[in-house]
């Protein structure tokens, strides 16, 4: 398992962008998928997006698609992503997650380390 923490959480209005990171601990970094999802008050935890183990392959939940980018960085054990167009909806803690294998999934027992999370709040 590998140790994460999350940061760049905040409060933006709607419209706004946010770049949250996940800085990873241990050196299997590298071969693991990375996913984040988010938690809102009152509701289950969603996927919101993952990266394959290189960086090649992405996909992100349709909610997001198109105003969420996640990247990663193999050589500083991050991995980011970039919110653009916030929506109140938004408004999540957000947990980066390392998974089980090189290419992960939606799923979140796919995964088995997950960050401490970090509140977004988009206002309206």
């Known amino acids: 398992q590998v140790q994460l923490i999350e940061s760049g959480g905040g409060l933006v209005q709607t419209g706004g962008s946010l770049r949250l990171s996940c800085t990873a601990s241990?050196?299997?970094?590298?071969?693991?998928?990375m996913g984040w999802f988010r938690q809102a008050p009152g509701k289950d935890r969603e996927f919101v997006g993952r990266?394959?183990?290189?960086?090649?392959?992405?996909y992100y939940a349709n909610s997001v698609k198109g105003r969420f980018t996640i990247s990663r960085d193999n050589t500083k054990n991050t991995v980011s992503l970039q919110m653009n167009s916030l929506k109140p909806e938004d408004t999540a803690v957000y947990y980066c997650?390392?998974?089980?294998?090189?290419?992960?999934?939606?799923?979140?027992?796919?995964?088995?380390?997950w960050g401490q999370g970090t509140q977004v709040t988009v206002s309206s």
């Open positions: 990266i394959n183990w290189t960086g090649g392959s992405k």
């Open positions: 241990g050196r299997t970094f590298g071969s693991k998928a």
């Open positions: 997650a390392a998974a089980k294998t090189g290419w992960g999934s939606s799923a979140d027992w796919d995964y088995d380390s």
